[in-house]
């Protein structure tokens, strides 16, 4: 059948109204795991400080004389450690115009742009502090502050590749200076296990271990995954892992998107912390006008806290692929 003649149809007709869902779908990530899973303290300088304490060893030979008399044995004093707290910010700038027009999926057309500047904050924030090889920074008129990330702490306990180029740990656990990568290897079981028992004897007790894509999906390998297994009541095969019961306690596996697909790191979060400034976690602060048009900021001021290395480890300089 063809249309009849003078019908109007949709092809000739002026003055339909668009049809414009009022959803606006997102698929980028916005979930931070690190961040999400460390205490937060509050700064209140540009070097945030805190100070470990370590225990005399132990010794076999703590035998005494009857009656003898005591002397002051050697007092182990506190290591006093800081980051260089680092300014983050997303800005935002929005028309007269835009602003007065109607919207689809939004009110006010400044205030969703901010929404969306501080999610993407966050995401900075987080490749920072997990996803980065960068030492603190102290800074100046001209140079910018950054913060130590913990690639630059963790020291202690570590498994990194030994042949080719081999990977070295930062000279000290203080945040002044960063890893050298190695001759990328296999993540493997036995590695991340000589991991876990340095962290025991150190005396840490990890809860987390975090990884990329491809080596999260190398972890659902290891013993007791080393292949799928089917559900038959539910029809359903599971091939992950979440958790790990090793011989030091049970571990969380998490995927990180933004920290370097390259490392698995083994972290005890209580022994992190994320620092900001007083009265600068995710602030946001309008501009002057410059024109016709609203502009503000987000910023957010912080520092990692490496509240004692030794709780810690990770298994570096493994392949992506």
């Not at 020291?155 to 203080?174: L, Q, W, Y």
């Not at 946001?284 to 806290?305: F, K, M």
């Amino acid at each position: 059948m063809a249309l009849p003649t003078n019908a109007l149809a949709t092809y000739e007709a002026v003055g339909n109204r668009e049809d414009l869902s009022n959803i606006i779908y997102r698929i980028d990530p916005t979930d931070t795991p690190f961040m999400s899973s460390i205490a937060r303290e509050t700064a209140t300088a540009v070097n945030h400080e805190w100070q470990t304490q370590a225990l005399a060893a132990a010794v076999t030979t703590n035998y005494q004389l009857e009656g003898d008399d005591i002397t002051a044995d050697a007092v182990t004093a506190t290591v006093r450690l800081g980051n260089i707290c680092q300014i983050s910010r997303k800005s935002a700038q929005v028309s007269g115009t835009q602003q007065s027009v109607i919207h689809a999926g939004r009110g006010n057309e400044l205030d969703y742009q901010v929404m969306l500047k501080g999610l993407e904050l966050k995401r900075d924030m987080e490749t920072t502090l997990v996803g980065t090889n960068q030492a603190k920074v102290t800074g100046a008129d001209a140079t910018p502050r950054k913060t130590a990330s913990i690639l630059s702490w963790i020291k202690t306990n570590t498994s990194k590749a030994s042949a080719g180029t081999p990977g070295v740990d930062p000279a000290a656990a203080d945040g002044t200076g960063t890893r050298t990568d190695g001759t990328q290897i296999a993540f493997t079981e036995a590695r991340m296990k000589t991991v876990l028992s340095s962290i025991w004897t150190q005396g840490g007790k990890p809860d987390t271990i975090y990884t990329g894509a491809f080596n999260k999906q190398v972890f659902s390998t290891f013993t007791g995954r080393s292949s799928p297994i089917e559900q038959a009541t539910s029809k359903k095969i599971t091939a992950s892992v979440d958790a790990y019961e090793s011989d030091f306690g049970r571990l969380k596996v998490v995927a990180n998107r933004f920290q370097r697909a390259r490392d698995v790191l083994i972290l005890e979060t209580e022994k992190w912390a994320m620092a900001t400034m007083k009265g600068r976690a995710m602030l946001s602060i309008p501009l002057a006008r410059t024109g016709d048009s609203e502009r503000r900021a987000v910023v957010s001021e912080y520092a990692l806290v490496a509240r004692n290395e030794k709780a810690n480890g990770g298994v570096f300089d493994n392949t992506t692929s």
